[in-house]
């Protein structure tokens, strides 16, 4: 067994189908009994398996956690990976290609080339950790003049060293002082 927070893996090496399908229930009832010991609940329903076997013996498969019938998948999702069958991982690296481009997409929305950041500054905020800054920063709350103006908090939104409206952009990407 393999687990990580709320997240279990039980990995069983078997030769033959009834044997695994054996020691598979045989662990599933002991992880539901020891949850059941310790107050806490399965959601059988979310259960997922995989056999790395081909399709033809992988087709009578078939394990129970408390009545629940589980069969196994060509791919499961564990910890953000998706595992496949034959262990090649091309359907997670098209999900991570396709988050990629959202994110990209997205920062390119954000930023647009004309006039934005350079793309060493692009590339450091695509990097970046989303903390309570670089939140600020890209939705432009926070304490820039022009947000405190927009909420009634300032009545003027210049930055006192340019005069220029003090937004996001001015303060990240062209303003002198900084």
């Not at 394990?63 to 791919?75: D, N």
């Not at 989303?130 to 405190?148: E, K, R």
């Amino acid at each position: 067994m393999v687990a990580y927070a709320d997240d279990l893996a039980i990995i069983v090496e078997e030769k033959t189908t009834d044997g695994l399908m054996r020691k598979v229930n045989k662990t599933l009832r002991n992880v539901a009994k020891w949850m059941r010991e310790h107050s806490l609940k399965l959601a059988p329903a979310k259960t997922e398996a995989i056999a790395m076997w081909d399709m033809k013996r992988a087709r009578n498969i078939e394990f129970k956690l408390e009545g629940h019938r589980i069969t196994p998948q060509k791919e499961v999702k564990y910890l953000g990976v998706i595992i496949d069958r034959g262990l090649i991982f091309g359907p997670h690296v098209e999900y991570a290609c396709q988050k990629a481009e959202k994110s990209a997409s997205a920062l390119t929305r954000l930023m647009p080339n004309i006039g934005g950041a350079h793309m060493a500054k692009r590339k450091l905020l695509a990097e970046g950790e989303v903390d309570y800054y670089m939140t600020q920063a890209l939705t432009g709350h926070g304490s820039f003049l022009s947000y405190l103006k927009k909420i009634g908090k300032t009545n003027d939104d210049a930055y006192p060293e340019c005069r220029e409206p003090d937004t996001a952009c001015h303060t990240l990407f062209e303003c002198e002082r900084w």
